[in-house]
């Protein structure tokens, strides 16, 4: 996005882009522009390489360990990324459960957990999606028991991403079940090595393995782990989701499928004049989404929680990621390369993760226009 940059953001800018170009592994940049699945040491390698720069905890404090950059600079540094062909850091850890655990856990909590995420040591998931707990997530029926100083977890979470490679997972459980049922959850960290813990692969119609059931069976995990009070869980929920949905928009990537999608029609000769009006709408949704992340940036950095703006920004980002790989596979047809087809099939799950649009699309109802 051109935006007027300041001279020192234009020297930030600068300044990351040859950081990317010098430091990215080949190996792992050839991955990405030939649409390869990454394995997690590709993840990880990047995230040592970033996190030894000092560019990984770009949301946090900084006296946990954040960047103490500004907005304009945090929209640089992803749009970079995505021009450079370099991985997305993965949220889990350093985006979902870090800012949990700075906001609502405690001091020996956040000594035990923050370095280790910053560092890449310890691999987070996401567990709070069931068989039959998704858009209605507060109707989850995974148990966790207390005995003492311990919790006994049963229970069945799905469409995990990445579990097959995590050392911890966050997982909302009912600790109450006579309370409401927002009332009785809980929010605890559990280690995936611990006995009871079994992670099964789900094939995605792309043909990838990124999202796995994980099954919780008699796991006892200490009450320590249990982040702020118990049955508070879906406030700290609903707090994570709201840093979640800001990711899902995805504008640096869309910025960057758009550039690629121009070389492919001037690749290929394709001058369709409905086609470029297609693009042109698309483009232009993008860079009013583009203006609204930095708003709410702007909002994080004064010390504001993200709020409904992230349910405008995860909607939005993801129709346009869904219009762009409709876009690329009606531009080239038959002649469409290998991966822009499983693309297009995995990019129909955007609308779905993170809350589904149709739940975000309530949520500004009542919330922003107060229906």
Sequence with gaps: MDLAFSPEERAFRDEVREFIATHLPQDIRRKIQAGDHLQKDDYMRWHRILHE???????????YGGTGWTPVQRHIFHEEIAYGWAPRLMPFGLHMVAPVIIEFGND????RYLPKIASGEEFWCQGYSEPGAGSDLASLSTRAERNGETYLINGTKTWITAAQW???IFVLARTDPQAKKQEGISFILVD??????????IETIDGGKEINEVHLENVVVPVENRVGKEGEGWTY?????EHERTGTAGIAGCHQQLETLRELLAQESIDDRRLNERIALVEIELEALAFTELRTLAAESAGKRPGPESSILKIKGTEIQQSLSELALDALGPYAEEHLAPRYFN???????????EIQKNIIAKRILKL
């Design 237 to 241: 929920a609903k707090f994570l989701l």
């Design 347 to 357: 990019y129909r799950k955007t609308s779905i993760y993170a809350g589904s649009n």
């Design 53 to 63: 720069r000092g560019w990984v905890a770009a949301g946090w404090p900084k006296e």
């Design 192 to 201: 995936m090595r611990t006995p009871g813990v079994t992670v099964r692969p």
């Design 108 to 111: 020996a909590q956040r000594a």
């Design 166 to 168: 995590a050392d911890w």
